[in-house]
């Protein structure tokens, strides 16, 4: 359970593979975007959602990236979802019910969390655009056409 533990959380050392390729110098890992997609939860989710199960979505759904690290359409994505899945259920087997619902974004709470996925990356390019002056438009565009929720949609420059 020790080492499980010290591997889950050794998602703090991922870094966001976007934004290095995008040259941020000081980039947020995997872990800091998860905690920034629960601070939104929290701040915009609907009251008929279940916040708990959103919460739980927000911190778990990126887990697999400890292993398979943090791919991006630039990447060899073709054994992207087997890999993960392997590895959440070598991690943690407990939550892979709730990584599924995620991928599989069936559910209205894995639904508004997708979107708080593109949010946050969304707004997190707004901020390095506005820290390093590096033009970032292509992640809040990419954002932009996968979030339909008008509330959030509002959100985005």
């Excluded at 974004?105 to 997190?124: H, R």
Aim: hydrophobic share 40%.
């Amino acid at each position: 359970m020790r080492d499980q533990l010290k591997e889950i959380l050794s998602l703090k050392n991922v870094l966001r593979t976007g934004w290095v390729r995008a040259g941020i110098p000081s980039p947020e890992s995997v872990a800091a975007h998860s905690w920034g997609m629960s601070m939104l939860a929290l701040k915009l989710a609907p009251k008929e959602l279940d916040l708990a199960r959103v919460l739980s979505l927000c911190i778990v759904h990126d887990i697999p990236e400890v292993r398979v690290g943090d791919l991006t359409p630039h990447d060899d994505t073709s054994t992207k979802a087997a890999d993960e899945l392997k590895a959440m259920t070598e991690m943690a087997p407990e939550w892979v019910a709730l990584f599924e619902e995620y991928e599989q974004g069936k559910t209205p709470e894995a639904k508004f969390v997708k979107q708080l996925d593109k949010l946050d990356m969304a707004l997190q390019a707004e901020r390095y655009q506005d820290e390093y002056g590096l033009s970032l438009g292509e992640f809040i565009e990419s954002a932009r056409l996968r979030i339909d929720d008008e509330d959030l949609q509002n959100l985005l420059i």
